[in-house]
């Protein structure tokens, strides 16, 4: 079927194909820390809804309070100052 491989596409590997890296999945209060020091890097920062499925290692406890984590994309900013 027409667009069936592209709609099969990780919404991961779509941001990465985007030019975002994943940093990982945090809650608060570390995620807010995460991302303050990567915005005063010069990243721009994406949250993402945590979805177990595009994790790799084990998230089990994650999974019983799934809205409470965000994964964490980063790419450096494309404005010139």
């Not at 027409?2 to 099969?8: S, W």
């Not at 919404?11 to 990465?16: D, V």
């Not at 809650?27 to 890097?41: Q, R, T």
């Not at 010069?42 to 994790?55: K, Q, S, W």
């Amino acid at each position: 079927m027409f667009g069936e491989k592209e709609n099969n596409m990780s919404k991961n590997t779509q941001l990465e194909k985007d030019g975002w890296e994943n940093r990982g999945v945090f809650d608060d209060p570390k995620l807010s820390d995460v991302v303050e020091i990567y915005e005063e890097m010069g990243f721009e920062v994406r949250l993402e809804p945590f979805e177990p499925e595009e994790e790799s290692g084990c998230v089990r406890c994650m999974m019983l309070q799934p809205d409470k984590y965000k994964t964490v994309f980063v790419r450096k900013t494309t404005k010139e100052l």
